[in-house]
Structure formats: C-alpha cells, structure tokens
C-alpha cells in the first residue's frame, strides 16, 4: 500500500464520520490540501477545487498552497450546514475516484543520456 493510498484512507475515514462537524469539515480540508502525498503538485488541487467546490482560482493564487487554503477556509465560513454537508460528501466521492484512478506518472521513468543512446544505436 503506498503512502498515498494510507494518506488516502486516513482523510477518507474522518471524513465519512457522520459526527464531524464544521471545526472538523475545516481541518481536513487544511490537511488535505496541504498534503504532499495526496496532491504532489499545486497544480494537482485544481481537479479537487472544482470536482468539490466548482471553483477555478487564478494561477497567481494556484502558486501557494497557503493561499489556497486560505481561500477555502473563507469559503467554509461562509456556508451553511447543508452546504457543508454537501462538501463532505463531494469530499467523499472525490477520495474514492481518487483511489480508484492508477497514478500513472508515478510509474514513468525519465530516461537518462545512456538509456537513450542505448535505444538510439540498438536501431542500427
């Protein structure tokens, strides 16, 4: 099981708690977002932000994960307890599409000078 998948199953099971409650709602999302092992790249948040917020944030604000969070913990203050609700369980299903796609990038190698020449003269 890969860190990922333990970080993964970490947030997944707070989350689905049917007693959280707003505190709650907020520090996951700080966590999560914070999380190098669930969004390895800032630009990894955009699919969270929209999948569950259906928000688009400016690049200069995709640039820090603190500024990210910030925004969001803005708009969790501003929501009801339905609409929280709603944002756990988009949460929910997120974590779960997550889990289920295979992180393909991971497995890629970068072929290095000798790999390339190797593959290059293997040609001839």
Do not use: C
């Not at 099971?13 to 707003?22: A, Q």
């Not at 932000?49 to 969070?69: C, G």
């Not at 992180?103 to 890629?108: A, L, P, V």
Request: proline share 2%; hydrophobic share 35%.
């Amino acid at each position: 099981m890969t860190s990922q998948t333990k970080k993964s199953d970490f947030f997944l099971e707070k989350i689905s708690n049917k007693d959280v409650d707003y505190i709650d709602i907020i520090g996951l999302n700080v966590a999560l977002l914070y999380s190098k092992e669930i969004f390895k790249k800032n630009e990894d948040i955009s699919k969270f932000l929209k999948t569950v917020y259906n928000i688009d944030f400016l690049p200069y604000v995709m640039k820090s994960r603190t500024t990210i969070v910030a925004r969001i913990t803005r708009e969790l203050n501003n929501k009801n307890d339905s609409e929280l609700n709603e944002i756990r369980k988009r949460i929910i299903i997120f974590l779960n599409e997550d889990k289920a796609i295979p992180d393909h990038k991971k497995n890629y190698k970068k072929k290095d000078s000798n790999e390339k020449l190797k593959t290059w003269l293997e040609g001839f």
